[in-house]
């Protein structure tokens, strides 16, 4: 497969194990829209953005959107982005012989009601990631 399929696989891949499943907290890829507005969940979007070390290699951004319904406070969110951080945030993932997910620090900021669906409420959780593929 290619570098843009590996790291999309290899990125989900934090998302489908069972310590992040034991979360309880839906999981969608980024092409994602709510209809259910009864309950909370985070949208994955994955931003290759530069060249890596080499060409099998990609240094980007990693966007999750956290959605919580609207008039519930700002609590939720920070609390699944904590959780968020717990997986992801300055940590090292060795997905496979020669193959490593580098994350840096992440950030987060208010986005305000979903644009799609107002009954939502968004936050931005954002983390820098790196992508090393060993040729």
Known sequence: MGKYTNLDSDVYSVFGTVGW???????HPSNFIAID????????SIIPSGNGVNR??????LIIDIF???GSGPQRPSAIAD???TYLSSKQLIVSS??????????LGNTGNDKDNKAL?????TIPFNY????
């Open 83 to 85: 959780k968020l951080d």
């Open 132 to 135: 090393f593929e060993v040729l």
């Open 21 to 27: 499943k034991a979360e309880k907290i839906k999981t």
């Open 68 to 70: 919580t319904p609207s």
């Open 37 to 44: 507005t009864s309950t909370e969940f985070i949208r994955v």
């Open 121 to 125: 409420f968004r936050v931005a959780y």
């Open 98 to 107: 020669g193959i490593v997910i580098q994350f840096g620090n992440s950030t």
């Open 56 to 61: 099998r290699s990609i240094s980007g951004v």
